[in-house]
C-alpha cells in the first residue's frame, strides 16, 4: 500500500503511482521489523522492506553489490569543527553515488509491475545510476535531457548506452509528464527522483548509519527531497520498531545559489516555491522546484530539525577539506561539512556532538580541469635524486 504522505489518500503499490493526486509524493506503508543477523544490509533489514521486496530475492540480477559503504572517523575535520565527524562514503557505490541505493529497489519494484523499458528523467547521477542497472536486469533504458545538455553531462550516461531522448520544452514539467505515461502504461516505468521506492533503497543509508554511529546530527545534502526523506523514513521505522531510543537531528543543506527549501523554512512558509535561474558549481543538488520540498519541510518541523545552505565558495573550501581527509567528492556532496562551520559558530550543533553526514557522489563526476596548475613543479629525471635530498 502506498499512502500520501500529506494528504493521506491511499494507492496501490500495484501500479507505478509516484504522486498524490494533491501534488505530493506518496509512500510505502511502514510495517515494524526486527533486524536479522549476517548478510547484507538488504538481508539483515529484509523486515523493514515492503512484502514485494521481501519476495524478491535481493542477491538476484538486480544487484551491483550497492550500499554498505564506509563510514568513516575524520580526526583532522573533527577538530576543526569540534566535533566528532563521520563522513558516510557513498562515492564507492556501483555508479558512484548513492543513487544505487534507490535505484536496485525502484527496479525491483519495476520488474514486479512488468515493466519493459525503464526510463528516468536526470542528467546526472540518476540517470547513470539507471542506465546502469537497467542493463544488469536486461531492460530497455531511456533517459530524459533536456535539449541543452553539454557532451561532458552525457558521456557517463552514454557509457552504458540507454536511448538518451533530447527534450524541447520545460524540463521541470517533464518530471511530471513522464509519471504520467507509466501510471498509464505497465509496460514503461520512470523511475525519477523521490519515487516511494526509492525511498526504500534510500532507508538503508539510516540503517547503515545507526549500526556504525551514533550520531546526534545527521547531515543531509539536499536537492529533490528524495534522500531526506528517505533517511528520514528508516530513521522513523528503526524508531517505531523499538531499535532506536532517539531519532538524530536532521540537518538539510542546499546550495545557496539554488535552495528553495532553504528560503521556505527561513520565511516559515509550510510550501516551496520554483527557485528562478539555479546558479551553483553543486549542479548535482539544484533542483529549482523539488518535489519532496513541501515533504522535507514537514519533517525538519517534525523533528526540530535544521535547515541551512552555504555558497560556493564554502562548498569549494569543504571539498577540498573532505579530499584533505582521503576522500573526492563532487561539490554537492560537499555541503555537509561545508554548513558545519556556522552550525558550530551559531550554537546549532554543541561542542563534542556526534555528527555524520552523506557524502553523495565522486568527485570524477564533476572534473572541471579547474585545479591550481601552480602545485605542480617540473623537474628533469637528472634532478630526481637532488629534488628529494632537497625534500628530505
Ligand atoms: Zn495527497
Known sequence: MLRCVACGKEYSSKKSRQICRCGEPLEVEHIPGKIASGGTVWKRFRDFFPQEMKETDLRDLHTLSEGETPTIKVDELSEIYDVDLYLKNETVNPTWSFKDRGTVTSLIHASRLGAKTIGTVSTGNMASSVAAYGNRLGSKTVVLVPEDISDRKLEQIAAYDPLILK?????????????????????????????????????????EIIEESSPDFVIIPTSSGGLFRGVMKGLIEL?????????????????????????????????????????????????????????????????????????????????????????????????GVAALKDLRENGSIEKGSEVITIITGSGLKNLRGKFDRQRVKHIDISELKEWYEEES
Open 167 to 207: 527534450v524541447a520544452g520545460d524540463y521541470g514539467d517533464l518530471f511530471y509528464e513522464s509519471l504520467e505515461l507509466s501510471a498509464d502504461d505497465p509496460e514503461i516505468y520512470f523511475s525519477n527522483s523521490n519515487s516511494p521506492y526509492r525511498i526504500e533503497g534510500y532507508k538503508t543509508l539510516a540503517f
Open 239 to 335: 524508531k517505531k520498531s523499538g531499535i532506536l531510543d532517539k531519532i538524530p537531528t536532521p540537518v538539510s543543506v542546499q546550495a545557496a545559489g539554488c535552495s528553495p527549501i532553504v528560503r521556505a523554512y527561513q520565511g516559515g512558509k509550510k510550501k516551496i516555491e520554483r527557485w528562478s535561474e539555479p546558479g551553483t558549481e553543486a549542479g548535482a543538488i539544484a533542483n529549482p522546484l523539488p518535489p519532496g520540498g513541501n515533504e522535507v519541510l514537514r519533517k525538519l518541523d517534525e523533528h526540530d530539525g535544521l535547515c541551512t545552505k552555504v555558497s560556493d565558495e564554502e562548498i569549494m573550501d569543504a571539498q577540498n577539506k573532505i579530499a584533505s581527509e582521503g576522500i573526492f567528492c563532487q561539490p554537492a556532496s560537499a555541503v
